[in-house]
T-cell receptor
Framework: AQSVAQPEDQVNVAEGNPLTVKCTYSVSGNPYLFWYVQYPNRGLQFLLKYITGDNLVKGSYGFEAEFNKSQTSFHLKKPSALVSDSALYFCAVRDVDDMRFGAGTRLTVKP | NAGVTQTPKFRILKIGQSMTLQCTQDMNHNYMYWYRQDPGMGLKLIYYSVGAGITDKGEVPNGYNVSRSTTEDFPLRLELAAPSQTSVYFC??????????????FGNGTRLTVT
């Protein structure tokens, strides 16, 4: 089965600094990878996805993700973090009729 | 534009009670899903539906039932609530099935506590 792992439970960054939220994947075949964000007491919101093509994928709210096949990674990045980016972030991979989610990484951006 | 609407937002059940979590979407999506979210565990698929009248089990279906009589509604039924079902439940929908890489649209969740 396809799976993703998020090695960090928590990431803390200062406002204005670049941020990275890590994700590694394990798949058979081509990976179809997603990032979602969850704000408090809300459902998950789609940020971006990688299907094929350019390894750098741009998404909502200034986020981007870099697909690295040799390192089996799909890290989420943003050049300059905002306090409002503080949320729970989930990496996910398509698996037949399902979307398999990582455990989530809580991002805290401090002013 | 309501999207995916879930009711209730919160519920406390006693062991052995039953309840139905409601989910409705107004985007005319064929595909609908129920997930549960437990701390540090990500989301696990309970049941899904590819259209009215068609449902199928996900990764963790035991203790739950679903029905899909219309395109808009996809209720989740708990027949005999157990403490292990304490969780946050999310309903989601998509235009195309996940196999076509369509992203999911989520409701705001139902927080259920079974004591």
């Amino acid at each position: 089965a396809q799976s993703v792992a998020q090695p960090e439970d928590q990431v803390n960054v200062a406002e204005g600094n670049p941020l990275t939220v890590k994700c590694t994947y394990s798949v058979s075949g081509n990976p179809y990878l997603f990032w979602y964000v969850q704000y408090p007491n809300r459902g998950l919101q789609f940020l971006l996805k990688y299907i094929t093509g350019d390894n750098l994928v741009k998404g909502s709210y200034g986020f981007e993700a870099e697909f690295n096949k040799s390192q089996t990674s799909f890290h989420l990045k943003k050049p300059s973090a905002l306090v409002s980016d503080s949320a729970l972030y989930f990496c996910a991979v398509r698996d037949v009729d399902d979307m398999r989610f990582g455990a989530g990484t809580r991002l805290t951006v401090k002013p | 534009n309501a999207g995916v609407t879930q009711t209730p937002k919160f519920r406390i059940l006693k062991i052995g009670q039953s309840m139905t979590l409601q989910c409705t979407q107004d985007m005319n999506h064929n595909y609908m899903y129920w997930y549960r979210q437990d701390p540090g565990m990500g989301l696990k698929l309970i049941y899904y539906s590819v259209g009215a009248g068609i449902t199928d089990k996900g990764e963790v279906p035991n203790g739950y039932n679903v029905s899909r009589s219309t395109t808009e509604d996809f209720p989740l039924r708990l027949e005999l609530a157990a403490p292990s079902q304490t969780s946050v439940y999310f309903c989601a929908s998509s235009y195309l099935e996940v196999a076509y890489n369509s992203p999911l649209h989520f409701g705001n969740g139902t927080r259920l506590t079974v004591t």
